[in-house]
């Protein structure tokens, strides 16, 4: 790892300097993203800050390894594996969602060569239908609108749950700021939902799902354009279906040295 650190970090140290020189930053810009940084830091914002300008780069080297289903953006909400119970049903929401739109998520796990993996596990989170991250905003307890699901024998999988909505970066934070009022752009992604799969043998996959003609689709803040998983519009007795299947690659083996 060091010797990763010691490969990396001058090159990233040289890329700044360049960019300094290159629009001759003043000390009072210098001061000004110091302040900005000190902020992003003390608003709690510094994962999601990270994961909207960074996050999308590293699934994109990690995707030149994959065969299987391609990874996409964690985001700055999974919170920890201690905030996952496992769901046989469906994903605990809040009192107050009771009447929100009903979901359902299925779909089947299977190797890069369709074999269905039995057993194999999903971390599944999303955000209330008002748009918020249990555990992250406004109080609300970490159990809503996440949960660990286990293939059966065919490597199927299938919960309820609530529809989340797009989800708008806090605009009076540093980093819907920085987005918003000073690059010009917007700070929404599309609705999605999340999901961690593990499985014996096979190489972990983060991706997320997004649903066909989604406000946002395709014009995400966090630049991640590996929307394999636009699920198409399928409604079941009243429940919007979300089929979501993986294809996971082969653990990675990394040569010896
Ligand atoms: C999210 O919900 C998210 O998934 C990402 C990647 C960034 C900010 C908020
Ligand atoms: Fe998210």
């Known amino acids: 790892m060091s010797d990763r650190v010691k490969e990396v970090v001058p090159d990233l140290i040289y890329a700044i300097r360049s960019t300094l020189k290159k629009h001759g930053v003043t000390f009072e810009e210098y001061g000004a993203a110091m302040q900005y940084l000190i902020r992003v830091q003390e608003t709690g914002e510094a994962p999601l800050f990270v994961d909207a300008f960074f996050n999308a780069t590293i699934v994109e080297i990690d995707n030149e390894t994959r065969k299987g289903t391609q990874a996409d953006i964690q985001g700055p909400y999974y919170l920890n594996s201690e905030a996952y119970q496992i769901i046989s049903e469906r994903l605990p929401h809040r009192p107050i969602d009771e009447n929100a739109q009903d979901m359902v998520i299925r779909g089947q796990i299977t190797d890069t060569d369709g074999n269905p993996l039995a057993g194999a596990e999903l971390d599944i989170w999303h955000s209330t239908p008002d748009g918020l991250y249990s555990g992250v905003h406004d109080g609300i307890d970490a159990k809503y609108c996440r949960g660990r699901v286990i293939t059966d024998a065919q490597g199927r999988y299938s919960v309820k749950s609530k529809l989340p909505v797009p989800y708008q970066i806090p605009n009076q934070g540093p980093t819907g700021e920085l987005l918003e009022q000073h690059l010009g752009r917007h700070s929404w992604r ?14 972990d996959l983060i991706n997320q799902a997004y649903f066909e003609n989604g406000e946002w689709v395709g014009d995400d803040c966090c630049e991640t354009d590996h929307l394999d998983l636009v699920v198409p519009e399928l409604i079941e007795n009243g429940a919007r279906v979300m089929e979501v299947s993986f294809a996971l690659d082969p653990v990675l083996v990394v040569a010896a040295e």
Do not use: E
């Not at 599309?190 to 096979?202: E, K, L, M, Q, S």
């Open 190 to 203: 599309p609705a999605h939902i999340h999901f961690w799969v593990r499985a014996d043998g096979r190489r």
